[in-house]
């Protein structure tokens, strides 16, 4: 079992599902004492389709919506 400190922030991990990336809950982070950086404690990574992006996001704000694809210009 990993130990969580108490966090300020969540972790999301960029999945891409097709053309569209989707942010997936995978831990908790907290801020430094010195406000200068964050302790990641990561519980997930996703198997397939990571993108490698991970995004901190403060406590009760949700992630953005899923990326999706630029729409082709009309013709």
């Known amino acids: 079992m ?3 400190p ?3 922030h969540v972790a999301y991990c960029g ?3 097709g053309p569209v990336l ?4 995978v831990g908790v982070a907290s801020t430094h004492k010195d406000g200068l950086g964050f302790d990641v404690v ?3 990574l996703p198997v397939g389709g990571f993108s490698g992006r991970i995004l901190i996001r403060d406590n009760g704000a949700p992630p953005p919506e899923p990326e999706l694809p630029a729409a082709p210009p009309p013709e």
């Open 22 to 25: 989707r942010w997936l809950e």
């Open 2 to 4: 990993t130990l969580k």
């Open 6 to 8: 108490k966090s300020t």
């Open 42 to 44: 990561l519980d997930r």
């Open 15 to 17: 999945k891409r599902e």
